[in-house]
Every structure is written in C-alpha cells, then in structure tokens.
C-alpha cells in the first residue's frame, strides 16, 4: 500500500507539472486578449515574446538569492509579526478596495443586475422572475443561493443598496487573501513565504477590480479557501472542530456558487486518499467526509425550500447539463466554447426533456465533426483552453465595461474600467502571469518526489477546474478563482531554488556543485527549448502554443473604440 499510495502521489503531481508546463508556454509565446465591446468583446490571439518574463523571473530569483542570505532573521521576524502583517494587509486591502468602489460606483449589468433586482422585486412581493415562463430563475435554478443570500443581507443595508454589497466584496476578498497566505504557510510552515503572498496578492490588481463584480464568486471563494485549509492539515491533526468548520464552509461555497463543486470533489478525493492509505484519525476523517456532502446537500436543498415558500412557486429544473456541453463545444462570439446563442433558449418552455434531447442531438453532432476533422478540434479545444486560461486580466477589467456609474469618473478610472488605460496594464499583468507560472514549474519540478498528497491539494482542484471546463461553458473569469490557486505554488517555487541552491547543499560541497551543476544544464536546456519554440514553424506548434494572428486585428479594434 506505501508504494502505490507513493505512485498516486506520484503521478497526481506529474500531472500538475505537465499542466503548468503547458499554460506556461502559452503564458510565454501568446497572450489572449479580449477586445472591447464594440467588437462584442471579441478575443484575439496575439503573438508574445518570452524573453521579458525571463529577464524579470531571473531578477525574482535574485532578489530570493540576496533574501536568503538574512533568511534566519526575516524568517524570525515574520513568524513574531505574522498576525500583524495579516491586519495590516486587511486594512490596506480593504482601503484600497474601498476606494475603488465608492469612487466608481458602477451599477451592475447582465445577470449581476438581475440577480438584485429579483432581491429588491421579492421585498416589494413580486416573485415574477421564479414564476413566469422563461424568467432567469425558471431557466437558472442554481442561482438561488446568492439571491438568498442577498436577499438576507437586503434587510440590513436596504434593497435599493447596489454599492453595499460591492463593499462586503472587499471584505470577502481580502479574506480570501489571507487564506492564501495561510495555504502557503501551511505548504512550507514558512511565516516569511505567507507576507510574501499578502504583498503579491496586495498589488495583484485582479483581485481588487472582481470587488466590483456581484455576481458570488467572491463570497464562495472565500468559503472555498476557508474550507481547503483544515482539509490540507496531516491527517491526524484534524479535529472535528476543523472538519465541522471545513464542511460548513464548502457547503456555503457550493450553495452560493455551484462552481465550487470542483473545491468540494478535490476535498473529498483527498480525504477518500487518507481512508484508504493511513491508519490514524479514520473516525474524523471519515466524518469530515461524509459531513461536507450531508450538508452541501442540506444547504442547497433548505434553500430551495426556504425559496419556494418564500415565492409561493415551484422550482422549475431549468436548463439540463446538456445545455452547457453545446455552449462547451460550440464556436462563440467572444471565443471557441463561450456562451453562444444556440436557440434552446427559446424552445424552452418549462420542458427540460425536449430542451435535453435537443441539446444531445447538438453535442453529437459537434463530437462527429471534431472526430471527422482533427485538426479544427486541436484549434477549437485550444483557443478554447487559452481564451480562459491565458487571458492575463481574466476579465477583471472587461467586466466593468459598459456600466454606468453614479459619478462622473476621472481618467484614469475611466480608462481602466474597460478603457484603452486597461489595455495597457495587461503587458504587466502579462508578465505576472507568467512569472507565478514559472515560479509554480519550479516548485513541482524541485519537489516532484517529496511533495505529500495533501499539499497538492489547491493544484488538484486547479487540475479539475481546467478539465470541467474544457467540455463546460468557457470563460475566463470562471477559471479565475482555480488560477489564484496557483499563487501559494508560485511563491515556494523561489522558495524552493533558494533552498536548493543553498540550504540542500550546505552539509556537503560536492553536493553543493553537483546540484548547482545540474540546475545550470536543466537551465540552459530551458532557454533551449524556447528558442526552438520561438523559431521553429510548425503547425502543430502553433495551433497548441503560439496561438496568434490577431495583432493587427486587435490594434485595429483598438484605434476604431478608442
């Protein structure tokens, strides 16, 4: 059982490392930017060089060079100061979040529009959109649990309020930083790597511009944190208070996001992973189990209890699963496997067996074609993977366009809230993207053999968020929450060439020289493989990696908008 419980560890961290791997390289030779709304936010696919993010990353890894020679003494003061870098990283979070919020005061569109006017309709006694024939919650009945949740929240801070729960954002944000940070200390039970990761999630504008966005991905990515760090405990360390705590904060997660399933099946393989391959604490982990789903089932069921009562209606099934594979494998406007208009929507009519049957028939005939036509599925699956995954902005900055504000903004709100100033942000976010990416290839690569189950946690669920939405509707700021996951991996990755260059070697010279020996050669075959990349012209190379030819198309959009 030892050797298979290490081949599983194994292969399930191989994985991780062939995945990073390849959104690195599309991280380093492509960048996927979606164009503004004059052109129905198109994506376009631009050609990258790779070599700024080399020259930066080399720069990071000095800078953890130099760090590592005061490491015992910021290692020191990080672990005394550890819980006064948290409050100082809240109040400067929630400052800063704040500020944005009330000086833009953008008023919510599309379905985050929907969403609290079903909240300010429902205290005025109007329950049409869960009553009449194609309303958005007779088609979309898994969005109940952030209208309850807003619902509830109304009564505190009134239910014409569209500011307030842009402000509770912050909040929910900031904590999901400070989970990340834990997550990190709980991967290297080191206190200094935590402040590193508040500071990166700190200037990490993404975070700060998705407090605008009111639509529950914020509150259930904090439920989402909060629950993986008693999961990523050694298992005998988990208590039932931690697996109480773990399970009724997945729950929420699931219940106010159902996208966060994939949080809950990453938690529940992992612990079925310490019930079958350790002796010790079987009785909680086995509670910790079974808990989170009792109550994720609880939770989501209560509440379409508490919704029907409430709107005297019931529930309709709304769109069937297979809805979302035909979107998943349908060409869209805005990308390969977007949102598309397919027409089911109109041929609902509170008759999900029709709408299923129809939606089949379409999946079937876009697998046939994807088999008849390998080469158009390579580029279909991806443009697909990169218009999610390789979108440095994931939408932070799209999804505030076209929303009309209360005030009258400046500049440079105007140009970032979906302006030319947020087109040119993305080259630095860019090489942030791809930086954390080279730093998370680093810390699976030098810990390939040492890394626990448990600690490969946040990646599995990474790993099931790329997967579910290769076939799954696609976008960007869906996979937004998986990506950050990645941000922990990142920080240790020049953690871990610190350690390797320094720490592993410090007992033994030759060791030292061999090691350092063959990080150069791992190193120069690297830099290799790039160059090989960049220079060769091979089809398969550029439609899996060099995904491009929309510069000029993108340049020209650009100059029409703006």
């Given at each position: 059982?030892?050797?298979?419980?290490?081949?599983?560890?194994?292969?399930?961290?191989?994985?991780?490392?062939?995945?990073?791997?390849?959104?690195?390289?599309?991280?380093?030779?492509?960048?996927?930017?979606?164009?503004?709304?004059?052109?129905?936010?198109?994506?376009?696919?631009?050609?990258?060089?790779?070599?700024?993010?080399?020259?930066?990353?080399?720069?990071?890894?000095?800078?953890?060079?130099?760090?590592?020679?005061?490491?015992?003494?910021?290692?020191?003061?990080?672990?005394?100061?550890?819980?006064?870098?948290?409050?100082?990283?809240?109040?400067?979070?929630?400052?800063?979040?704040?500020?944005?919020?009330?000086?833009?005061?953008?008023?919510?569109?599309?379905?985050?529009?929907?969403?609290?006017?079903?909240?300010?309709?429902?205290?005025?006694?109007?329950?049409?959109?869960?009553?009449?024939?194609?309303?958005?919650?007779?088609?979309?009945?898994?969005?109940?649990?952030?209208?309850?949740?807003?619902?509830?929240?109304?009564?505190?801070?009134?239910?014409?309020?569209?500011?307030?729960?842009?402000?509770?954002?912050?909040?929910?944000?900031?904590?999901?930083?400070?989970?990340?940070?834990?997550?990190?200390?709980?991967?290297?039970?080191?206190?200094?790597?935590?402040?590193?990761?508040?500071?990166?999630?700190?200037?990490?504008?993404?975070?700060?511009?998705?407090?605008?966005?009111?639509?529950?991905?914020?509150?259930?990515?904090?439920?989402?944190?909060?629950?993986?760090?008693?999961?990523?405990?050694?298992?005998?360390?988990?208590?039932?208070?931690?697996?109480?705590?773990?399970?009724?904060?997945?729950?929420?997660?699931?219940?106010?996001?159902?996208?966060?399933?994939?949080?809950?099946?990453?938690?529940?393989?992992?612990?079925?992973?310490?019930?079958?391959?350790?002796?010790?604490?079987?009785?909680?982990?086995?509670?910790?189990?079974?808990?989170?789903?009792?109550?994720?089932?609880?939770?989501?069921?209560?509440?379409?209890?508490?919704?029907?009562?409430?709107?005297?209606?019931?529930?309709?099934?709304?769109?069937?699963?297979?809805?979302?594979?035909?979107?998943?494998?349908?060409?869209?406007?805005?990308?390969?496997g977007w949102k598309t208009h397919t027409g089911l929507s109109a041929k609902l009519n509170e008759n999900t067996e029709e709408i299923d049957?129809?939606?089949?028939?379409?999946?079937?005939?876009?697998?046939?074609?994807?088999?008849?036509?390998?080469?158009?599925?390579?580029?279909?699956?991806?443009?697909?993977?990169?218009?999610?995954?390789?979108?440095?902005?994931?939408?932070?900055?799209?999804?505030?366009?076209?929303?009309?504000?209360?005030?009258?903004?400046?500049?440079?709100?105007q140009g970032l809230c979906g302006g030319l100033l947020s087109y040119r942000a993305i080259p630095f976010l860019n090489i942030f993207h791809?930086?954390?990416?080279?730093?998370?290839?680093?810390?699976?690569?030098?810990?390939?053999?040492?890394?626990?189950?448990?600690?490969?946690?946040?990646?599995?669920?990474?790993?099931?968020?790329?997967?579910?939405?290769?076939?799954?509707?696609?976008?960007?700021?869906?996979?937004?929450?998986?990506?950050?996951?990645?941000?922990?991996?990142?920080?240790?990755?020049?953690?871990?060439?610190?350690?390797?260059?320094?720490?592993?070697?410090?007992?033994?010279?030759?060791?030292?020289?061999?090691?350092?020996?063959?990080?150069?050669?791992?190193?120069?075959?690297?830099?290799?493989?790039?160059?090989?990349?960049?220079?060769?012209?091979?089809?398969?190379?550029?439609?899996?990696?060099?995904?491009?030819?929309?510069?000029?198309?993108?340049?020209?959009?650009?100059?029409?908008?703006?």
């Open positions: 059982m030892a050797a298979l419980k290490k081949i599983i560890t194994y292969f399930v961290a191989a994985l991780l490392l062939a995945l990073t791997g390849y959104l690195l390289l599309l991280a380093l030779f492509s960048t996927s930017v979606m164009g503004p709304s004059s052109n129905e936010e198109h994506t376009f696919f631009v050609a990258d060089s790779p070599w700024r993010a080399i020259l930066v990353f080399v720069l990071l890894l000095a800078g953890a060079v130099l760090l590592k020679r005061r490491g015992k003494a910021l290692a020191g003061w990080a672990a005394e100061h550890i819980r006064g870098a948290e409050l100082v990283f809240f109040i400067l979070f929630l400052c800063a979040g704040t500020a944005l919020v009330l000086s833009t005061r953008l008023k919510p569109i599309e379905d985050q529009s929907i969403i609290l006017s079903t909240v300010r309709s429902a205290r005025a006694g109007d329950f049409s959109e869960f009553t009449e024939p194609g309303s958005y919650y007779r088609q979309f009945p898994f969005q109940i649990g952030i209208f309850s949740f807003y619902y509830f929240l109304s009564f505190l801070y009134g239910a014409d309020n569209y500011v307030a729960p842009q402000l509770l954002n912050v909040i929910f944000m900031a904590i999901s930083g400070i989970m990340l940070s834990r997550i990190v200390r709980r991967l290297s039970e080191s206190a200094f790597a935590g402040v590193i990761a508040l500071v990166l999630y700190l200037i990490y504008c993404p975070v700060l511009f998705y407090c605008t966005y009111v639509y529950g991905t914020d509150v259930s990515l904090m439920f989402s944190l909060t629950a993986l760090l008693p999961a990523m405990a050694e298992p005998e360390k988990i208590t039932v208070r931690t697996a109480a705590a773990g399970s009724v904060s997945i729950a929420l997660a699931v219940l106010l996001k159902s996208n966060s399933l994939i949080f809950l099946v990453g938690i529940e393989l992992l612990l079925l992973f310490h019930l079958i391959f350790s002796n010790k604490n079987r009785k909680i982990l086995a509670l910790f189990f079974l808990l989170a789903v009792l109550l994720t089932v609880g939770f989501r069921q209560g509440n379409r209890i508490f919704v029907e009562h409430l709107s005297g209606a019931a529930l309709a099934d709304g769109f069937p699963n297979s809805y979302w594979l035909v979107s998943g494998f349908s060409e869209g406007k805005r990308a390969p049957a129809l939606a089949r028939e379409m999946v079937k005939e876009r697998l046939d074609t994807f088999r008849a036509y390998p080469g158009y599925a390579l580029e279909f699956f991806s443009k697909k993977i990169a218009s999610q995954w390789n979108n440095p902005t994931f939408e932070c900055f799209n999804m505030q366009e076209g929303r009309k504000s209360a005030l009258e903004l400046g500049p440079v709100l791809s930086c954390l990416l080279l730093g998370v290839l680093l810390y699976f690569a030098l810990n390939l053999r040492r890394l626990p189950m448990r600690g490969l946690l946040p990646g599995v669920v990474t790993l099931g968020g790329f997967l579910f939405h290769i076939v799954w509707e696609g976008k960007a700021k869906y996979v937004f929450p998986y990506f950050l996951l990645f941000l922990p991996y990142g920080i240790l990755g020049l953690k871990s060439f610190t350690e390797e260059l320094f720490i592993r070697g410090e007992k033994d010279a030759g060791e030292f020289s061999a090691r350092r020996r063959r990080l150069l050669i791992v190193s120069a075959a690297g830099v290799l493989l790039l160059l090989l990349i960049q220079f060769a012209d091979s089809g398969l190379l550029n439609a899996v990696i060099k995904i491009s030819g929309d510069g000029e198309a993108l340049k020209a959009a650009l100059e029409t908008y703006f």
